[in-house]
């Protein structure tokens, strides 16, 4: 069976290959050998995986990486967890909406359940980590925040960055300028229709007679 890569698909790979890299030397090579491995197992089994959009099936990649084991180098990283748990009471509160059980499809078709969290979850969790390799994250978000500041002052920044993220994923010149374009306008109608409700909200309220 052959496969082929889309343009696209192929840059935002790269792109995710070198990010895992830059937080730790061993993550881009792991995470890479992780797709090959659910490319690999696509390639053989083609029927496998759940149906998606325009007659395609999608195959879920084993978990990539543990978050706690990666960040902590612990022996038992659920008895981490759980002394983590402890230390951050807020943390433990939550834990039930940061990290969910979900039923995932695994490597030979079935069904089973895996701790899961969201982008936000993660870093949260990532805080309550005291651990050197957890400071770059702590950092990259600190920086992340430091950014989006500066952005509310100058909301031009913002469409910098976006262009500069477009660009970093191989996306061509004139889809960056037509996306941009595209989120300009989209933002004018939303400011338009937000203006023009608030100004019938003002309007006084008179009688109706039939």
């Known amino acids: 069976m052959r496969v082929r890569f889309h343009d696209a698909a192929m840059a935002e790979l790269a792109w995710e290959v070198q990010y895992y890299a830059k937080l730790n030397p061993q993550l881009g090579e792991r995470f890479a050998t992780v797709v090959e491995r659910a490319l690999a197992i696509a390639t053989e089994f083609p029927d496998m995986g759940s149906p998606y959009k325009y007659g395609t099936r999608r195959v879920f ?16 990283p659920r008895q981490y967890i759980k ?44 805080q309550s980590i005291p651990s050197p390799k957890a400071e770059p994250f702590k950092r990259w978000l600190a920086q992340v925040g430091y950014e989006r500041v500066k952005e509310i002052e100058n909301p031009e920044l913002a469409s910098a960055r976006a262009r500069e ?32 409700v608030s100004s019938l ?10």
């Open 83 to 126: 002394k983590m748990r402890s230390r951050d009471p807020e943390l433990d509160a939550n834990w039930g909406s940061t990290c969910t059980p979900l039923a995932l499809q695994a490597a030979d078709g079935k069904q089973r359940e895996t701790n899961c969290a969201n982008t936000e979850g993660l870093f949260r969790i990532i």
């Open 165 to 196: 993220l477009c660009q970093a994923k191989g996306y061509p010149q004139s889809w960056i300028e037509k996306r941009l374009r595209s989120i300009s306008v989209r933002g004018e109608l939303t400011d338009e229709w937000k203006a023009r």
């Open 201 to 210: 909200t003002k309007l006084p309220n008179k009688p109706t007679w039939l």
């Open 61 to 76: 990649p084993k978990r990539f990486v543990d978050v706690v084991s990666v960040l902590t180098d612990s022996a038992d």
